[in-house]
């Protein structure tokens, strides 16, 4: 790892903001309410901020800039995504996004994983931050397109513009633990953000589960893992769960839930809740460097910096690998 690299690891601190909840998520909110919850993040000490065109068509790059572009530059850390590019659509304008962001569908995501389209997707990015840098570019959700396009055209792509400074870190995002793996090994990747792939109730094994080895493998890279959906969508976000909860952007199985219930049961006989001990669990691997978390109001970031810096005990973890409730 180059020192440029391991500084900008150290910049981004244990907890990220997430941008998908102020580019109106599932939900429309202010552009008051969204200035707060980010400037939230900031006075709680949160450092590092995600964001990608495709939250909200450009709202949330727009909104996360806007509330940064009043701090100093040096201080902070930036992210977006490539891959998808946005062109406007004018039969769709009167219609809402269909991808369940609460937005008008005046332009729609383009799959574009060329050198030309990476370079235009960071420039439009910039154009909508109106900042004149980004340090992270990832590509987005490569699996979801084409991981041919992705290992021969994308991530080369993404290489040679780190090599010329026009970002200083490159990365993958993805769902996907197989494609990460795959990403990983194709290209000299300075991060891999993964989502949901390494929670309390789903941890890649040698045991035939998707992406076995890939945080060891991140390790042996050098590769930084940034953890996201750490809370599988809901499940892990309330000390008690609800009948209703969602895993994975489904209502969950009763043997999950049983499960996530044991979870939590556990986590109390050590005064733990389950949302604290889900949002630290990431660090039980050396590989996570950060971990990343979406919010739309200013009380459920400064919940998760509060959750990040509560001491969680290592008996807790113990008692949790005895069970077999946790693999590491």
């Known amino acids: 790892m180059n020192q440029d690299n391991a500084q900008l690891r150290d ?24 200035a707060g919850t980010v400037t939230a993040a ?33 201080e902070f850390v ?20 269909p991808e369940g962001f609460d937005v008008p569908a005046e332009l729609r995501r383009e799959w574009d994983p060329s050198e030309a389209g990476v370079r235009r997707s960071i420039e439009q990015s910039l154009e909508r931050l109106g900042l004149d840098s980004i340090d992270i570019a990832y590509l987005h959700d490569p699996d979801v397109y084409s991981m041919e396009d992705a290992v021969k055209s994308a991530l080369p792509a993404l290489e040679k513009v780190r090599a010329e400074g026009l970002v200083r870190a490159i990365g993958v995002g993805t769902n996907t633990a197989d494609a990460a793996l ?16 390494f929670t309390m109730l789903e941890q890649p094994g040698s045991d035939g ?6 945080l060891d493998r991140c390790r042996e890279l050098g590769t930084g893992v940034v953890s996201v959906g750490v809370y599988n969508s809901g499940i892990l976000a309330k000390p008690d769960l609800p009948a209703d ?20 049961r556990v986590c109390k006989e050590y005064d733990v809740d389950l949302p604290t001990a889900a949002i630290q669990f990431p660090f039980r691997h050396p590989a996570v460097v950060n971990v990343t978390v979406g919010a739309s109001k200013p009380e459920q970031i400064t919940g998760s910096a509060e959750r990040m810096a509560t001491k969680v005990p290592d008996e807790l973890w113990q008692d949790l690998l005895e069970r077999g409730l946790i693999s590491v």
């Open 182 to 197: 795959q990403c990983v090994e194709a290209a000299d990747l300075d991060l891999l953000m993964l989502a949901g792939r």
């Open 42 to 74: 900031w006075d709680a000490g949160v450092r590092y901020f995600d964001t990608a065109p495709h939250y909200g068509l450009g709202l949330s790059e727009r909104r996360i800039g806007e509330a940064l572009g009043s701090k100093p530059r040096a």
């Open 209 to 214: 589960r998707p992406g076995a080895g890939l």
């Open 245 to 264: 909860a969602h895993y994975n952007y489904s209502q969950a199985s009763e043997e999950i839930l049983d499960r996530a219930r044991e979870l939590a």
């Open 78 to 97: 930036l992210s977006t995504k490539v891959g998808r590019v946005l062109v406007p659509s004018p039969a769709t304008k009167d219609t809402r996004d």
């Open 11 to 34: 910049q981004m601190g244990r907890l990220g903001f997430g941008g998908t909840g102020v580019g109106n998520l599932y939900r429309a909110i202010s552009d008051e309410q969204a």
